[in-house]
């Protein structure tokens, strides 16, 4: 059975050089008021690569994940913060960090998690006249 690795050299010539995996992980439970400043400081910190920015429905809510990783020490540190069920906001990280802006729009379009500050929150994945966030756990296909 032919490996990844075998695959791009046999059809593209090119040799696979395995990326440095994080040897740990932290996992930070932060109140969502918290969460962009926690994030700011984790990259004043080094934790510079916004690598993942999306959410969880639970049953009594939500729950923002952040993934930021520092590739100097191979650090990696997740934030989460939980958000009510009804009417989620928090605080956008677009405006500091700029990368957060598309991962925030697909939030919001699949989650229906408002991002305050935000300055461009649309829908980025499904039509501007879509009803409901798909990605909700009562979310249902009226089609």
């Given at each position: 059975?032919?490996?990844?690795?075998?695959?791009?050299?046999?059809?593209?010539?090119?040799?696979?050089?395995?990326?440095?995996?994080?040897?740990?992980?932290l996992?930070?439970?932060v109140?969502?008021?918290?969460?962009?400043?926690?994030?700011?400081?984790?990259?004043?910190?080094?934790?510079?690569?916004?690598?993942?920015?999306?959410?969880?429905?639970?049953?009594?809510?939500?729950?923002?994940?952040?993934?930021?990783?520092?590739?100097?020490?191979?650090?990696?540190v997740?934030?989460?913060?939980?958000?009510?069920?009804?009417?989620?906001?928090?605080?956008?990280?677009?405006?500091?960090?700029?990368?957060?802006?598309?991962?925030?729009?697909?939030?919001?379009?699949?989650?229906?998690?408002?991002?305050?500050?935000?300055?461009?929150?649309?829908?980025?994945?499904?039509?501007?006249?879509?009803?409901?966030?798909?990605?909700?756990?009562?979310?249902?296909?009226?089609?």
């Amino acid at each position: 059975m032919s490996t990844s690795k075998d695959i791009a050299k046999q059809k593209f010539g090119i040799d696979l050089s395995p990326m440095p995996a994080p040897e740990t992980a932290l996992m930070i439970n932060v109140d969502s008021a918290k969460a962009v400043e926690t994030c700011l400081k984790l990259r004043e910190s080094g934790f510079s690569i916004l690598t993942m920015l999306t959410a969880k429905c639970k049953d009594n809510g939500f729950e923002m994940v952040y993934m930021l990783d520092n590739w100097e020490t191979r650090e990696r540190v997740f934030v989460f913060a939980s958000l009510p069920a009804q009417d989620p906001k928090i605080k956008s990280l677009t405006p500091d960090w700029e990368a957060a802006d598309w991962l925030e729009r697909e939030v919001y379009d699949m989650f229906g998690i408002v991002f305050e500050g935000h300055p461009n929150l649309q829908r980025i994945i499904t039509p501007e006249n879509f009803t409901g966030h798909p990605l909700r756990k009562d979310f249902t296909d009226t089609d």
